[in-house]
T-cell receptor, first 114, second 112 residues
């Protein structure tokens, strides 16, 4: 059974803390994505990676960074968490190639920043 | 960037009813995705279609490429179908690396 696993379902952090969200996929996918989901705004792309050590900014990268040292793992880092980063974070992966590819999502990580 | 509009935003139905959710997009695409999100978070892919119609159980997805429009139908709806349904299309232009633009989602509630 193919899987995208996010390390934490629920996190509570304080303003200014450094936060790591981890995502691992077991499908040997080239593409990995981090989205945040907020009511009324839908899913917005933060960062994505199309290969190991390769990353590109999405639509809302400010306040975030990412790391992809191994193909199966894509980490999202909040260097100094702020209350406006309270959100649901979703990791996804897809294979490379021509045309549209099915996207596989993790269960999500709900982050609350106090 | 591709613009995606879904309607309705909220939908309430009685068990057994036939349900339709619509999705329109602005730029020609290779394929359109329908996703389902149950309360609690996880999103699953229901369909990826580039033409015509696909069916899986009680779910049917259709797409009209010329009109840039897709519909998701649920026949004989059931309370377990209650979820958010999201339409997504590839970003327009350039090398997309599988990036998608998402609709706002349709919140479906099916009452027994």
């Amino acid at each position: 059974d193919v899987k995208v696993t996010q390390s934490s379902r629920y996190l509570v952090k304080r303003t200014g803390e450094k936060v790591f969200l981890e995502c691992v996929q077991d499908m040997d996918h080239e593409n990995m994505f981090w989205y945040r989901q907020d009511p009324g705004l839908g899913l917005r792309l933060i960062y994505f990676s199309y290969d190991v050590k390769m990353k590109e900014k999405g639509d809302i990268p400010e306040g975030y960074s990412v790391s992809r040292e191994k193909k199966e793992r894509f980490s999202l880092i909040l260097e100094s968490a702020s209350t406006n980063q309270t959100s649901m974070y979703l990791c996804a992966s897809s294979s490379a190639g021509q045309g549209s590819r099915e996207l596989f999502f993790g269960e999500g990580s709900r982050l609350t920043v106090l | 960037k591709n613009e995606v509009e879904q309607s309705p935003q909220n939908l309430t139905a009685q068990e057994g009813e036939f349900i339709t959710i619509n999705c329109s997009y602005s730029v020609g695409i290779s394929a359109l995705h329908w996703l389902q999100q149950h309360p609690g978070g996880g999103i699953v892919s229901l369909f990826m279609l580039s033409s015509g119609k696909k069916k899986h159980g009680r779910l049917i997805a259709t797409i009209n490429i010329q009109e840039k429009h897709s519909s998701l139908h649920i026949t004989a709806s059931h309370p377990r179908d209650s979820a958010v349904y999201i339409c997504a299309v590839p970003n327009a232009g350039g090398t997309s690396y599988g990036k998608l633009t998402f609709g706002q989602g349709t919140i479906l509630t099916v009452h027994p």
